[in-house]
Nanobody
Framework: QVQLVESGGGSVQAGGSLRLSCAAS????????MGWFRQVPGKEREGVAF???????TYADSVKGRFSISLGNAKNTVFLQMTSLKPGESATYYC?????????????????????WGQGTQVTVSS
């Protein structure tokens, strides 16, 4: 089993930056796809960025050029570097992982496709 723990959330002004981290423990070698979602109360969980075990990345159009997802050296940590943050991006950000390789249509897959989830970390962007 893989456990995920997020950190790095907080409050920032519009235009600012934050870096989220997700540490995976347990059978990390079994994970082939990791990603970040975000959710605000009353709305569906939204896919933000994904990375496969070989480093291939996928981004939602809304964050391309501003967010960057990467794996740590030991590949047991995934980072989400967020820049030029907007007030509308305030949300709880969740890390997710699965043993399957990231499919080409990962942005259109339901969040239930991922089998492992972190507890979430709050990001607040003020105007």
């Amino acid at each position: 089993q893989v456990q995920l723990v997020e950190s790095g959330g907080g409050s920032v002004q519009a235009g600012g930056s934050l870096r989220l981290s997700c540490a995976a423990s347990g059978n990390r070698a079994s994970v082939n796809c990791m990603g970040w979602f975000r959710q605000v109360p009353g709305k569906e969980r939204e896919g933000v960025a994904f990375i496969a075990s070989d480093g291939q990345t996928t981004y939602a159009d809304s964050v391309k050029g501003r967010f960057s997802i990467s794996l740590g050296n030991a590949k047991n940590t995934v980072f989400l570097q967020m820049t030029s943050l907007k007030p509308g991006e305030s949300a709880t950000y969740y890390c997710a992982a699965d043993v399957s390789y990231c499919p080409p249509d990962i942005l259109f897959r339901s969040p239930v496709w991922f089998s492992r989830w972190g507890q979430g970390t709050q990001v607040t962007v003020s105007s």
